[in-house]
């Protein structure tokens, strides 16, 4: 019996996934600029961590969901006092 697999066939697509690294005393626009990009679950909760938002066992679209909502809330009490 001859094995007639060919080398092609027998690649596979390997992704490496790149940590970044979530700095501390984000502003809300760095942290826009940075749920822009594939976070992991661990960058996302550690994002939330900074803002005290509890993540339980939510997804990554929940987490960024409740960090997004948690910057316009924070926003609207600003626009509030400087009114």
Known sequence: MKDN????????KVTIPITVEIPNNLTNEQIRTLLE?????????A????RAIS????NNEEIKRHILRNLERQEGY???ASS
């Open 5 to 12: 697999t060919k080398m092609e066939d027998l690649k596979m």
């Open 37 to 45: 990009k594939d976070l992991s679950k661990a960058e996302l909760k």
């Open 47 to 50: 994002i939330a961590g900074q």
């Open 55 to 58: 993540v339980g066992k939510s």
């Open 78 to 80: 600003g626009r509030l």
